[in-house]
Each structure stands twice: as structure tokens, then as C-alpha cells.
């Protein structure tokens, strides 16, 4: 019988000072979450974006809450609106803000009240290159990152692109949290593996909860 059940309590593997993987933490939420990513993208479709430098992303993406991130020729923004279908994006799921929220707070983030969450899809070797999450107001905010579906090789590195980075295998439920001393990090996602998940199929979802405004 398939066991969608973790059936252990989730641990965390400190990454760096303010950086911290929660091992299994949505692990039972893990089809729920998926459900709710299923809702949002039927409202706002995954779509891949274009780079400031004219390059298409190999990560399809979406947003839900008050704020949305996106790309496109012009530049990276955070916006209340899609700028492709100049509606609100879809509101932001309680189990997700909810989620988010005692994520930060087991990670030392108490207080954390994310207003955006983008929604990253891989399809095998879709990947994000080495980059820095400084587009938010406030970077006294942490990051709180959810991994669904199939694993992924996330790199986590220090302040500067060429710095080495730590490479650590993300699976299904695992959070990511990195605030405070580890904010501006510089972190990315190798090329995605093909494979089959039982849950998600052929692909890898990633829930970046982030307070943007
Ligand atoms: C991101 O940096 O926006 C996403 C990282 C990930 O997919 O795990
Ligand atoms: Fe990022």
C-alpha cells in the first residue's frame, strides 16, 4: 500500500546562522498542499516567464496573496496584479499562510506574516539559476520555502554569485527557512531529474512564502 504518511516527526539540519532545513515538516499536508496548488493555478495558470534579458524561465510559474512576483523584458516585480491577465492573484490559501507561519516561527522567525507566495513548477531540467531574493521591502523577513514532489538539488551559498555553495537534496515536505545573517544568500535549484511522484507526477513544486510589501 502506498504510505502517504511520513510517520516521523519532522528535524531540522541547520544550513547556516538564520538557515535551516525542516526535514519532513509538510510531509502529511503534502496532498492538501497540492490540491491547493491545483485550485490557484486552474484561476492562474502556470506560465514561464521571461527575463529581464529576454530568456524564457525553464520554472513555469503562478502566484497567490496580496502580492505577486513576477518577470518579464521590463524587469522583476512584485505587483497586486498579473500583468499578463490585469487581475488580482488568487487569495492565498489558509493552510498555506498557516503553514508558512509556524515554519518561520520553529526556525526562530516568530511573527512572520508572508503577503506573497510564489508557486515554482520544474519539469525535469527545469532549473533556477544562483540568485538572491532582494526584491521585498523588509529584509528582516525570512523566507519560508516548501518542496513538493520530486527531489531537487538545492544550493545554498554565501554573499557573492562565485562563492561555494552547500549542495543538499530537497524532498517532499521538506521547508527551507532563512532569515536574519542568511537573507541575502545566494541560492538556486540544479537541473530537475525525471521521475515520478506519487503525488505530483512528473514534476517538482516549490512554495516560496515571502513578505514582499
Ligand atoms: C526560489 O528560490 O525562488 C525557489 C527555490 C526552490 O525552488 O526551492
Ligand atoms: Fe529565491
Request: charged share 20%; glycine share 10%.
Amino acid at each position: 500500500m502506498l504510505d502517504l504518511f511520513s510517520g516521523e516527526a519532522p528535524w531540522q539540519e541547520p544550513l547556516a546562522e538564520g538557515a535551516v532545513i525542516i526535514r519532513r515538516r509538510a510531509f502529511d499536508q503534502g496532498e492538501a498542499l497540492l490540491d491547493e496548488i491545483a485550485r490557484v493555478a486552474q484561476i492562474n495558470p502556470f506560465a514561464h516567464r521571461i527575463t529581464p534579458g529576454g530568456y524564457r524561465m525553464s520554472v513555469a510559474m503562478t502566484n497567490c496573496g496580496d502580492v505577486g512576483w513576477s518577470s518579464d523584458i521590463r524587469g522583476y516585480q512584485y505587483s497586486e496584479k498579473d500583468s499578463h491577465s490585469h487581475q488580482p492573484w488568487p487569495a492565498m490559501p489558509g493552510l498555506f499562510r498557516q503553514l508558512a507561519q509556524e515554519a518561520a516561527a520553529e526556525a526562530g522567525f516568530p511573527g512572520f506574516n508572508p503577503d506573497a507566495c510564489l508557486i515554482n513548477r520544474y519539469a525535469p531540467e527545469a532549473k533556477l539559476t544562483l540568485h538572491q531574493d532582494k526584491d521585498e521591502r523588509d529584509l528582516q523577513q525570512p523566507i519560508v520555502s516548501v518542496s513538493l514532489g520530486l527531489p531537487a538539488v538545492f544550493q545554498f551559498g554565501g554573499f557573492e554569485r562565485g562563492d561555494s555553495t552547500q549542495k543538499v537534496l530537497l524532498e517532499h515536505g521538506d521547508v527551507v527557512v532563512w532569515g536574519g545573517p542568511s537573507r541575502l544568500r545566494y541560492h538556486g535549484i540544479l537541473p530537475l531529474k525525471a521521475g515520478v511522484h506519487p503525488l505530483a507526477g512528473a514534476f517538482r513544486y516549490n512554495l516560496t512564502f515571502r513578505r514582499a510589501f
